[in-house]
């Protein structure tokens, strides 16, 4: 069983939020497809600590995916804390993200998705 987590900047070469976000749908297809457990967006935070473009543009949009049914659990930087219950059941399905530096770091900047498991690995 492959418990891998993989990491992506969605900020490498400053792309505009549009950019960022097909990257990103392109990313989460090729994670599923290689059987990733997670995957840790790397979208900042802005510049101003309130927030960029990239880090809300994302979040609405693996808001919609979560609620389509394409993604798993979405946990926020800020909420990876061994007491969610998110947290926990990432935990549970990949073992090594414990050694993870974002875990319980509260970093804003990055968004945990969890890849959802296809059917015929439910068996």
């Known amino acids: 069983m492959q ?4 990491e992506i900047n969605l900020e490498i070469g400053r792309p505009a939020a549009a950019q960022a976000l097909e990257r990103m749908r392109m990313e ?4 599923k497809k290689h059987g990733y457990t997670a ?12 927030g960029g473009k990239i880090r809300t543009a994302v979040r609405r ?4 995916m979560q ?10 930087g800020e909420k ?10 990432l935990l549970r399905r990949c073992p090594s993200f414990r050694r993870d530096s974002d875990l319980e770091r509260y970093n ?8 959802k498991k296809s059917k015929e690995n439910n068996r």
């Open 3 to 6: 418990e891998q987590v993989r």
């Open 28 to 31: 989460l297809r090729l994670s």
């Open 39 to 50: 995957v840790k967006l790397i979208h900042g935070f802005g510049s101003s600590g309130t």
């Open 61 to 64: 949009e693996l808001a919609a």
């Open 67 to 76: 609620q389509r049914g394409e993604i798993g659990d979405v946990i926020f």
């Open 80 to 89: 990876l804390t061994i007491f969610s219950p998110e947290t926990q059941e």
């Open 108 to 115: 804003n900047g990055i968004t945990v998705v969890v890849i």
